[in-house]
């Protein structure tokens, strides 16, 4: 299992793959177009945690996750933890 943080701005989000040891596995921008977030992700063991941290650009980004349907889904938003 890996633990998948995205640090979402307006035309990129940033990515940080770790183990479950907390070594970084791959660190990456990913650019805002369609595919792009699900592409990343379909590299990633089922299971895995995807982390997602934005001031309000996410919904999209969401749908995109949910296509890769065996990720755990964490989203943070204005302060906010919920699980999605």
Do not use: P
């Not at 940080?16 to 596995?25: A, D, F, L, P």
């Not at 660190?27 to 595919?35: P, V």
């Not at 699900?38 to 749908?63: C, K, M, P």
């Amino acid at each position: 299992m890996q633990i998948i943080a995205f640090d979402s701005h307006k035309r990129y989000t940033l990515a940080m793959v770790e183990n479950k040891n907390g070594e970084k596995i791959i660190e990456q921008r990913i650019n805002h177009r369609r595919g792009n977030i699900t592409a990343f992700l379909r590299h990633y063991q089922d299971g895995s945690a995807v982390a997602v941290e934005t001031i309000g650009n996410w919904y999209w980004i969401v749908d995109e996750i949910e296509q890769v349907c065996s990720l755990n889904v964490y989203l943070r938003v204005l302060g906010c933890m919920s699980s999605l």
